[in-house]
């Protein structure tokens, strides 16, 4: 158990150090770093401003649906570890019995939440990066194209748009 315990905490130690910092999401205009709360004073393109409004509401949709969806799934799986074998005494006496694993409808809604926020999440992007280009004067018609990917079994030929 000792061990077990000291492995534990040299892989968390070790996990903890190992991760990459990255800087909030901010809006660059002529080097000088803006929030996204100040899209109105980087943006001069009252469409670009729409687009980047869409883009923050997206997000703050999209981070709801994930935080909700990431407390639910590791909740969900705290219940399931901690599920097993339980001990009670009664009256003086042990007894055992095996609990029920409840924690799979959590994960199960967990799941879902962080689904639905992907979506968001990536139309959050396609939408930042649509009012970078409006702003930046580039043409952002509707320019549907093809693709030749690689399935599992075979090669796929699709229309994106």
């Known amino acids: 158990m000792k061990k077990s ?3 534990l905490t040299v892989i968390l130690g070790q996990m903890s150090f190992a991760q990459v910092s990255l800087e909030k999401n901010r809006l660059m205009k002529d080097g000088v770093k803006y929030k996204f709360s100040d899209y109105k004073t980087v943006f001069s393109n009252p469409e ?29 799986i705290g219940r ?4 097993g074998n339980k001990t009670v005494y ?9 609990a029920k694993s409840e924690g799979w409808g ?3 809604a967990g799941a879902g939440l962080l689904g639905i926020g992907i979506p968001f999440a990536l139309a959050a992007n396609k939408n930042a990066k649509k009012a970078v280009a409006i702003e930046n004067g580039e043409a952002v018609a509707f320019q549907p194209y093809f693709k030749i990917e690689s399935g599992g079994n075979g090669i796929a030929m699709s229309y994106n748009f």
């Open 90 to 98: 009664v009256n003086g006496t042990k007894q055992t019995f095996k």
């Open 48 to 76: 670009a401003q729409k687009a980047f409004a869409k883009t923050r509401t997206n997000k703050t949709v999209g981070e709801v649906f994930a935080y909700t969806g990431g407390f639910s799934l590791g909740f969900g």
């Open 106 to 108: 959590f994960v199960a």
């Open 5 to 7: 315990i000291l492995i």
């Open 80 to 83: 399931l570890l901690a599920g």
